[in-house]
């Protein structure tokens, strides 16, 4: 079984950037895409952006150009640098992360992490 442990949130003014971390660990014979979800209140959750274990990446329109997912492999870990911040990207960001153990293709997420950007 595989668990994700995202940091890095917090509360940082409109134009303002953060960097979120996602590690995975536990049982596991691949980990394959991990990505960053996020839910504003009131709203679904919705993808952000993923990234392939090849480093192919998938970004949603409203943060493309402001945000830059990465991973490192050797450390099953994802990383979503995030630039000129606005109030609209304020959410709870996500971790998810598809992965391969005995029992076959599985998914897990990650607690959440609170991304706040003030006005």
């Known amino acids: 079984q595989v668990q994700v442990v995202e940091s890095g949130g917090g509360l940082v003014q409109t134009g303002g950037s953060l960097r979120l971390a996602c590690a995975a660990s536990?049982?596991?014979?691949?980990?394959?895409?991990m990505g960053w979800y996020r839910q504003a209140p009131g709203k679904q959750r919705d993808l952000v952006a993923d990234i392939t274990s090849g480093g192919v990446t998938n970004y949603a329109d409203s943060v493309k150009g402001r945000f830059t997912i990465s991973r490192d492999n050797a450390k099953n870990t994802v990383y979503l640098q995030m630039v000129s911040l606005a109030p609209e990207d304020t959410a709870v960001y996500y971790c998810?992360?598809?992965?391969?153990?005995?029992?076959?293709?599985?998914?897990?997420w990650g607690q959440g992490t609170l991304v706040t950007v003030s006005s």
């Open positions: 998810h992360s598809n992965y391969i153990d005995s029992s076959g293709y599985l998914e897990v």
């Open positions: 536990g049982s596991f014979f691949r980990i394959n895409t």
